[in-house]
């Protein structure tokens, strides 16, 4: 059953810290130690018989990052967190830490390119295998689930580029019905303030925080996190591979994340405006994004989420050159991969996905060469709409 975890601007402030902190700070201090002292051997005991809640080494933990985990968890309503020195790091050290030879992984084909290819590719070398379910077809991914082998249902929502959002209830529900599946679900585009996977019962969760939970652009971090028990053997195997977060970017994360909720707030409306005004243009062809009602899964993100995010993508009426004229006419939205921090970006995803791509390629993939995602900041949504109307009128030109 569902329950309604309180997230808001008072939670995103003051969760995972502490009131009184070091030397009366208010701000969380930066604790740069790689290992930590004992005053006499007596106290190691201490330590490892778990008497004290301290640290020994900064491979296995560190203040600093401890807070932005405790902080990350309340967000999501999930029991533990664990974070990592990026996203792909907190999501290949899950799927090694939970999965071994033998095992079997369900899917969805839309998940981002590096997860997948870590899936089919790497981990098939380790003798893990996995079937690729389209998003959508629930029936083809309980039809895909091997009862005693498969470990793992792995899906993302909302999805790149095309904001497809997976229904978690009924995700949940086909992983109840087997013994052993666990469901990782990859939130990044949602953040905690749209969309809490948890309350509906999901195992695992987990975010790249270099797009909006840092949401400056200015630092690579990841965080998995959902049952404590799933998060321990997690976080047990991050100290064997080492991908731990730095406690200076950990210190970013904790800042960037005081704001999510004001941030994400404004990212929703602007994303909603620029939705709504694309698809009266025009020049576009079709806008995905899963606010507006035409969208598939748009009865599902207004059951599932709050607020529907700050990624739009649409088609437009060009070709290649055309669209990245008017890409190049945009002047408030850079150019550049990546999303949710307080700059607004664009890109061709055929551009910059699928650079190395002959057209035929990019065909058989389903990259269109007219698709644009821009991934809007918190700059004023009056500022943005006037930029893109004065970009249009360069496909008019093109
Ligand atoms: C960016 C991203 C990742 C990878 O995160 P990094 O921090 O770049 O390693 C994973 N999943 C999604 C949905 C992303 O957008």
């Not at 004001?262 to 405006?273: E, I, P, Y």
């Amino acid at each position: 059953m569902r329950k309604e975890v309180k997230v808001n601007g008072t939670r995103a402030v003051h969760a995972g810290e502490r009131r009184a902190k070091a030397h009366h700070a208010v701000a969380h201090p930066i604790v740069a130690t790689a290992t930590y002292t004992f005053e006499t051997s007596a106290g190691i005991g201490d330590h490892f018989e778990g008497r004290v809640e301290r640290n020994e080494y900064g491979r296995y933990g560190n203040p600093t990052v401890r807070a932005a985990e405790l902080k990350l968890a309340a967000l999501d309503g999930a029991e533990d967190a664990a974070c990592f020195s990026s996203g792909m790091a907190a999501i290949t050290t899950t799927l090694l830490a939970l999965l071994g030879q033998g095992d079997h992984v369900v899917m969805t084909r839309d998940c981002y390119r590096r997860t997948r290819q870590f899936v089919i590719k790497t981990l098939a070398r380790y003798g893990v295998e996995a079937t690729l379910v389209d998003p959508g077809d629930y029936a083809g991914l309980e039809g895909a689930i091997r009862p005693g082998r498969t470990r793992l249902i792995v899906a993302e929502s909302p999805t790149n580029p095309y904001l497809r959002v997976a229904d978690l209830e009924r995700l949940v529900a086909i992983k109840d019905r087997y013994d052993g599946v666990s469901l990782f679900i990859d939130s990044t585009f949602a953040t905690p303030i749209n969309q809490r996977p948890v309350e509906w019962g999901v195992d695992l969760v987990t975010h790249s925080c270099t797009k909006y939970l840092g949401g400056h652009n200015d630092l690579l971090a990841g965080v998995v996190c959902g049952r404590a028990a799933l998060v321990e053997q997690v976080r047990e195997f991050r100290g064997v591979l080492g991908c731990v977060l730095d406690p200076h970017a950990a210190y970013l994360l904790i800042r960037g994340t005081k704001t999510l909720e004001l941030r994400v707030g404004r990212q929703n409306a602007t994303g909603l405006a620029v939705a709504r005004f694309l698809e009266q243009q025009p020049r576009v062809k079709e806008v995905f994004y899963p606010g507006l009602e035409g969208h598939p899964d748009h009865a599902v993100a207004k059951a599932q989420m709050s607020g529907f995010g700050g990624v739009v993508s649409f088609l437009v009426d060009a070709d290649l050159d055309g669209t990245s004229a008017f890409v190049d006419a945009c002047r408030i939205p850079q150019i550049g991969p990546s999303l949710g921090g307080v700059e607004s970006l664009i890109m061709q995803p055929t551009l910059i996905s699928f650079y190395h791509l002959t057209p035929q390629q990019r065909r058989e993939v389903g990259a269109r060469d007219n698709l644009v995602r821009l991934s809007l900041g918190i700059e004023d949504t009056q500022d943005i709409l006037d930029d893109l109307a004065q970009a249009l009128t360069a496909l008019e030109r093109a």
